[in-house]
C-alpha cells in the first residue's frame, strides 16, 4: 500500500508565502512524476506544477514565478513553495505521486488527502 500524507497549509494574508510538504510512503519500487493540484470552491481542479524524478519542473502561467516545486528523493517528498499569495490561490491543494510500487507491477497514480489553502485580501 501507498500513502501520501500533506502538510503545510493554512491561513496567509495576500503577499505572505507557505511551504506544502507531501510524503510518499508504502510498498514503493519506483517514485516518478510528482504534481501538485488545487481545486477552488465551484472550479475545476488545475495541474499547478509537475517535477520530474530527475527535477525537471513544469507550472500553470496562473502560477509562475511565484511558486516553486522540489523534491527529495531520498525522502520521497515533494514540496511546494508558495510565494506572492494572491486571494485567487486559496483552494483545497492536492498532491499526487506515480509510482510503480512493485518491479513487475505497473504505475499508478496516488492522491494526498488534500491541505486548505486560505489567502485573505
Known amino acids: 500500500q501507498v500513502q501520501l500524507v500533506e502538510s503545510g497549509g493554512g491561513l496567509v494574508q495576500a503577499g505572505g508565502s507557505l511551504r506544502l510538504s507531501c510524503a510518499a510512503s508504502?510498498?514503493?519500487?519506483?517514485?516518478?512524476?510528482m504534481d501538485w493540484h488545487r481545486q477552488a470552491p465551484g472550479k475545476q481542479r488545475e495541474l499547478v506544477a509537475t517535477?520530474?524524478?530527475?527535477?525537471?519542473?513544469n507550472y500553470a502561467d496562473s502560477v509562475k514565478g511565484r511558486f516553486t516545486i522540489s523534491r527529495d528523493n531520498a525522502k520521497n517528498t515533494v514540496y511546494l513553495q508558495m510565494n506572492s499569495l494572491k486571494p485567487e490561490d486559496t483552494a483545497v491543494y492536492y498532491c499526487?505521486?506515480?509510482?510503480?510500487?512493485?518491479?513487475?507491477?505497473?504505475?499508478?497514480?496516488?492522491w494526498g488527502q488534500g491541505t486548505q489553502v486560505t489567502v485573505s485580501s
Open positions: 499526487t505521486a506515480h509510482i510503480t510500487p512493485l518491479p513487475d507491477s505497473g504505475m499508478y497514480i496516488y
Open positions: 508504502g510498498t514503493i519500487f519506483s517514485l516518478n512524476n
Open positions: 517535477i520530474t524524478s530527475g527535477g525537471k519542473t
